[in-house]
């Protein structure tokens, strides 16, 4: 069996875009993210999503504490992905934290040749699973596309890029 690639695109959803946290970075990746995902669909390469899942309760939550934002609350419009890509087939991974541990299981368990990670926020969400998957696969290359990814702040994005580098995780896309 042939080993395919990988693209993750973590967390492209409204309020992360132009939504309750959304950044003028996040708006610009967009059109970007969505070249990305035509690219490997094209190749006939594997695409996946994560969503930032949150409930009634989140300001309740450690996240929401330190956190006070309302963000990415299942079934409201921030919590859906953007509409330029959310017509794009790919299984579908809800998580409530930061990294998804069943997308690292289910990368771990996919055979893949290489994992490519796209999204939001390079500082947090991106890093996180990136280095979930860099764990559970520590043999197989795992990229960042620095111009398909933003952060909290242009700084701390680059600062994520620079940490994510440390951890033998590759970053193209840098200008």
């Not at 930061?98 to 969400?125: H, K, M, P, Q, W």
């Not at 991106?126 to 280095?131: E, F, H, S, T």
């Not at 559970?136 to 111009?147: M, Y």
Request: hydrophobic fraction near 40%.
């Amino acid at each position: 069996m042939d080993r395919k690639k990988l693209l993750v695109v973590v967390d492209m959803q409204k309020d992360f875009v132009d939504g309750s946290l959304g950044t003028k970075e996040a708006q610009a990746i967009v059109p970007a993210v969505r070249a990305r995902i035509g690219e490997y669909l094209a190749a006939d390469q594997e695409v996946v999503f994560t969503q930032d899942t949150h409930f009634e309760n989140y300001l309740e939550t450690l996240e929401g504490k330190k956190l006070p934002v309302v963000h990415c609350q299942r079934g409201t419009a921030g919590w859906q992905i953007v509409p330029e890509l959310a017509d794009f087939p790919g299984k579908r991974f809800e998580k409530s934290t930061f990294g998804s541990v069943d997308l690292a299981v289910y990368v771990r368990d996919g055979n893949y040749e290489s994992v490519e990670l796209a999204g939001l926020c390079t500082d947090i969400c991106v890093l996180a699973n990136a280095i979930l998957i860099r764990t559970v696969l520590p043999g197989t290359e795992v990229t960042v596309d620095a111009s398909c990814c933003a952060g909290v702040t242009p700084e701390s994005h680059r600062n994520a890029l620079e940490a994510m580098k440390m951890c033998q995780i590759s970053v193209t896309g840098e200008e």
